[in-house]
């Protein structure tokens, strides 16, 4: 059994963290020479259909694979990186379904691609040098700095409330899209107290001089990366400017434990426009997929199945 908090990109693939988040979270582990090379965490479970699913453990947006250091030529240190994800893909389970988000550190995508995989970007956005707050802050957009100088006349930041009054928010926000939240309350509560062992979060709330939430962030940290982890506002209170002024608090939070600031970046638009306002630049990582022959087939069949559903209720609704 290795000491798997040494070998790790971020927080999210430290033992304890995936213990709070998946218990039952698995991983396979390269060796060369006797020197642990590479591991790779994912979580497996089977669905009600039989099938076997490996994808990212709860609320943990990338998880490896954790690659070491290697010295010599590019060329034969990139041929050893080679080896060492075939070594760590040749030892998965079978699956039917798998999608991972690899940590951005991971930048070859051959040996997935040769491995069957389908391998597609996806980006989030970071602040790279917390060192400098009016540097960052001189970095936003005139109209992000606008919003938050907006916000502080409506509403202050509270550091004392709890998981419970944040995710009432997280409703809130969701409903608005007639959605539930992704991840429920037990979840979020399993995280917090882990974290709060660890020393590792932050929640922040904006409220209104009558005690309204109209915002709140979850941060999540090491010494080298803080999270913006999870966010909620209040749909009806948008235009307070809460939720700017909220991020930009955790920003300043997250500059005295950790180098840089991570959004946790979306592919949906008006969130990427949020995001890249506060001056963060666009990093990418990959996103690695592959199914199984049967999988395929079910899946085609359902969609098949719903289609043709779907026509036969819109031809009775006529």
Same mark, same amino acid.
């Given at each position: 059994?290795?000491?798997?908090?040494?070998? @790790?990109?971020?927080?999210?693939?430290?033992?304890?963290?995936?213990?709070?988040? !998946?218990?039952?979270?698995?991983?396979?582990?390269?060796?060369?020479?006797?020197?642990?090379?590479?591991?790779?965490?994912?979580?497996?479970?089977?669905?009600?259909?039989?099938?076997?699913?490996?994808?990212?453990?709860?609320?943990?947006?990338?998880?490896?694979?954790?690659?070491?250091?290697?010295?010599?030529?590019?060329?034969?240190?990139?041929?050893?990186?080679?080896?060492?994800?075939?070594?760590?893909?040749?030892?998965?389970?079978?699956?039917?379904?798998?999608?991972?988000?690899?940590?951005?550190?991971?930048?070859?995508?051959?040996?997935?691609?040769?491995?069957?995989?389908?391998?597609?970007?996806?980006?989030?956005?970071?602040?790279?040098?917390? @060192?400098?707050?009016?540097?960052?802050?001189?970095?936003? @957009?005139?109209?992000?700095?606008?919003?938050?100088?907006?916000?502080?006349? %409506?509403?202050?930041?509270?550091?004392?409330?709890?998981?419970?009054?944040?995710?009432?928010?997280?409703?809130? @926000?969701?409903?608005?899209?007639?959605?539930?939240?992704?991840? !429920?309350?037990?979840?979020?509560?399993?995280?917090?107290?882990?974290?709060?062992?660890?020393?590792?979060?932050?929640?922040?709330?904006?409220?209104?001089?009558?005690?309204?939430?109209?915002?709140?962030?979850?941060?999540?940290?090491?010494?080298?990366?803080?999270?913006?982890?999870?966010?909620?506002?209040?749909?009806?209170?948008?235009?307070?400017?809460?939720?700017?002024?909220?991020?930009?608090?955790?920003?300043?939070?997250?500059?005295?434990?950790?180098?840089?600031?991570?959004?946790?970046? !979306?592919?949906?638009?008006?969130?990427?426009?949020?995001?890249?306002?506060?001056?963060?630049?666009?990093?990418?990582?990959?996103?690695? !997929?592959?199914?199984?022959?049967?999988?395929?087939?079910?899946?085609?069949?359902?969609?098949?199945?719903?289609?043709?559903?779907?026509?036969?209720? %819109?031809?009775?609704?006529?």
């Amino acid at each position: 059994m290795i000491d798997a908090s040494k070998y @790790t990109n971020s927080l999210f693939e430290k033992p304890w963290w995936l213990n709070a988040l !998946s218990p039952s979270w698995e991983e396979v582990v390269h060796n060369a020479n006797g020197e642990v090379r590479g591991r790779l965490i994912f979580q497996r479970h089977r669905v009600k259909s039989g099938f076997t699913i490996i994808g990212n453990p709860p609320l943990t947006q990338t998880i490896g694979p954790w690659l070491s250091e290697l010295t010599g030529s590019y060329a034969n240190s990139l041929g050893k990186q080679h080896e060492i994800i075939k070594g760590l893909l040749d030892q998965l389970p079978d699956f039917d379904s798998l999608s991972l988000n690899l940590s951005p550190s991971v930048k070859d995508i051959l040996p997935f691609h040769w491995a069957g995989f389908n391998c597609n970007w996806r980006c989030t956005y970071r602040i790279t040098d917390l @060192t400098d707050m009016e540097r960052v802050y001189s970095e936003m @957009t005139d109209k992000c700095r606008n919003i938050i100088r907006k916000a502080e006349k %409506q509403v202050t930041i509270r550091d004392d409330r709890t998981p419970n009054q944040f995710y009432e928010l997280v409703i809130k @926000t969701w409903a608005r899209q007639g959605r539930l939240p992704p991840y !429920s309350r037990e979840t979020l509560l399993r995280l917090d107290a882990a974290c709060l062992v660890n020393k590792s979060r932050v929640l922040l709330m904006a409220e209104d001089a009558n005690g309204v939430a109209h915002a709140g962030a979850y941060l999540v940290y090491d010494d080298r990366i803080a999270y913006y982890l999870l966010g909620g506002a209040d749909p009806d209170l948008r235009a307070s400017g809460a939720q700017n002024l909220v991020v930009w608090h955790a920003i300043q939070h997250a500059s005295k434990h950790s180098r840089m600031f991570d959004f946790e970046g !979306s592919m949906v638009e008006p969130i990427e426009h949020s995001f890249r306002s506060f001056g963060a630049v666009q990093v990418p990582y990959i996103n690695i !997929s592959k199914e199984s022959t049967r999988f395929r087939s079910y899946t085609a069949v359902r969609k098949l199945i719903k289609g043709n559903l779907i026509g036969i209720i %819109q031809a009775i609704a006529k």
